[in-house]
C-alpha cells in the first residue's frame, strides 16, 4: 500500500505552483486515480483460477477540467496508469493487457464532474484460456465534494444523473410476464407474493415473502427465505446462489429472467408497462 501513496503524492506534486490554483475547485488527479481502481473492484470478474479486472479507462472529463490537466496530461496518464497496476498486483487481479488509459472531453459534463469507462478486454493478441470475453465497459460518473475550497473527495451521482450526461451505464433488472423490476440502490431486493416486496408476483404459488435478492462480490446472489415451493435457478432447486445476466428463475410456478446489460447513449430504459414499485 506505501507504493500507491507513493503514487498519489507524485499525482499531488502535478498540480502544485500554478497547477495547484486551477485545481482548487476542480477536479484533483488523485481523485481520479482512486475512481479508477474503484471501477476496477466493482467490473472484475472471477474465472476458475484467476479474479480478472478491467484493463481500459476512458476518462471523461468537462471541457474546463480538460483544460486544466492539458500541460500535463501525459505525465498523469503515465501516473494513472502505474496507480491501476499497483493496485492490481495489491488486489491480485490478473490484467489481460497492460493498463491503458485515455481522456475524453465530455460537453455534458458540468465543473467538478467527471465519468471512468472501465472496459476488461484482451487485446488483439490470443486470448489465454478460461479468460472472459471483453466486456462494452461500464461507466460510472463521480462529482468532485468541495469543502472550503479545496476537494476533498468523490461521489457517485445517480444513474437518473448519469442518463443525463449521455454516458453508457448498467442497468440491472429481473423481467417477469407482468413487466421490468429495476435493482436501484444497494438491495437487497425481497420477491414474494405480498405487495410489500420490491418484486411482485401475483402467484398463488408464490410465498408471501418467497426469496431475496442482493450484491455480492460485484455481483448478484439470489437466496430462497424458505419458501413453500421452492426457487429454481436454470430448473434446478437452490437456496442460495451467485445469479449471471440471463439467468432463469422459477419462483413457486413463475419464472423471471434477471438481466444485467449496458444502456449505450440514446437508449432508453426498457421499463415496460406493470414494472416494480422502485
Do not use: C
Amino acid at each position: 500500500m506505501g507504493i500507491l501513496k507513493n503514487i498519489e503524492k507524485r499525482m499531488e506534486s502535478l498540480v502544485e505552483g500554478v497547477f495547484g490554483r486551477a485545481f482548487r475547485r476542480q477536479i484533483h488527479p488523485v481523485e481520479i486515480a482512486k475512481a479508477l481502481t474503484k471501477q476496477m473492484d466493482e467490473g472484475r470478474m472471477v474465472s476458475i483460477s484467476r479474479t480478472y479486472a478491467p484493463n481500459d479507462f476512458t476518462v471523461h472529463l468537462s471541457e474546463e477540467d480538460t483544460e486544466s490537466i492539458r500541460a500535463y496530461q501525459d505525465a498523469l496518464r503515465d501516473e494513472l496508469i502505474q496507480y491501476a497496476s499497483t493496485h492490481a498486483e495489491n488486489k491480485d487481479y490478473h490484467l489481460m493487457t497492460p493498463p491503458r488509459v485515455r481522456f475524453e472531453t465530455e460537453d455534458s459534463l458540468r465543473f467538478g464532474e467527471f465519468g471512468i469507462t472501465a472496459k476488461l478486454t484482451g487485446g488483439d493478441g490470443p486470448r489465454e484460456k478460461g479468460a472472459p470475453q471483453d466486456t462494452s465497459g461500464q461507466t460510472r460518473i463521480f462529482r468532485t465534494e468541495d469543502t472550503g475550497g479545496v476537494a476533498q473527495g468523490t461521489s457517485a451521482i445517480s444513474p437518473e444523473e448519469a442518463q443525463q450526461h449521455g454516458l453508457a451505464r448498467e442497468v440491472v433488472e429481473v423481467v417477469t410476464k407482468d413487466g421490468s423490476f429495476p435493482l436501484e440502490g444497494r438491495g437487497p431486493w425481497t420477491v414474494g407474493r405480498s405487495h410489500e416486496n420490491d418484486i411482485v408476483i401475483p402467484d398463488p404459488n408464490v410465498s408471501r415473502k418467497h426469496a431475496r435478492l442482493s450484491r455480492a462480490d460485484n455481483g448478484y446472489v439470489v437466496e430462497d427465505l424458505g419458501s413453500t415451493n421452492g426457487t429454481l435457478l436454470d430448473g434446478a432447486p437452490i437456496d442460495r446462489e451467485r445469479i449471471e445476466s440471463g439467468d432463469e428463475l422459477t419462483f413457486g410456478q413463475s419464472t423471471a429472467r434477471f438481466v444485467r446489460r449496458i444502456d449505450s447513449p440514446g437508449e432508453g430504459e426498457r421499463n415496460p408497462s406493470g414494472a416494480g414499485r422502485r
